[in-house]
């Protein structure tokens, strides 16, 4: 099993950075594939902004909205995974979960641990 905690939310201006922290525990933390999704508003489907493999996180991926300003990183000594978000928009503002899985998938439903969520919100 794995327990996730997210920290690092607010609120910024337009343009501004914030950095996401997604702290782990539990045994197969390590080897997860980690990802984090937003939820722009209740009910909206979650969207899977990065991700990143297990282990020594080789591999990462973007969304097409999200590449070229985010970076997702993660550091196995602290059981840590984090999303550098630089040149925020107002259209970034969303609930940010990070999540764990056996291996890479875009489908929320394959998912099966997750926090809490942080807001991030943008300011115009």
């Known amino acids: 099993q794995v327990q996730l905690v997210e920290s690092g939310g607010g609120l910024v201006q337009a343009g501004g950075s914030l950095r996401l922290s997604c702290a782990g525990s539990?045994?197969?933390?390590?080897?997860?594939?980690m990802g984090w999704f937003r939820q722009a508003a209740p009910g909206k489907e979650r969207e899977l902004v990065a991700g990143i493999t297990g282990w020594s996180g080789q591999y990462t991926s973007y969304a097409d909205s999200v590449k070229g300003r985010f970076t997702i990183s993660r550091d196995n000594v602290k059981n840590t995974v984090y999303l550098q978000m630089n040149s925020l928009k107002p259209e970034d503002t969303a609930v940010y979960y990070c999540?764990?899985?056996?291996?890479?998938?875009?489908?929320?439903?394959?998912?099966?641990?997750w926090g809490q969520g942080t807001q991030v919100t943008v300011s115009s």
């Open positions: 999540a764990a899985a056996k291996v890479y998938s875009s489908d929320s439903g394959e998912y099966d641990y």
């Open positions: 539990g045994r197969t933390f390590t080897t997860s594939y």
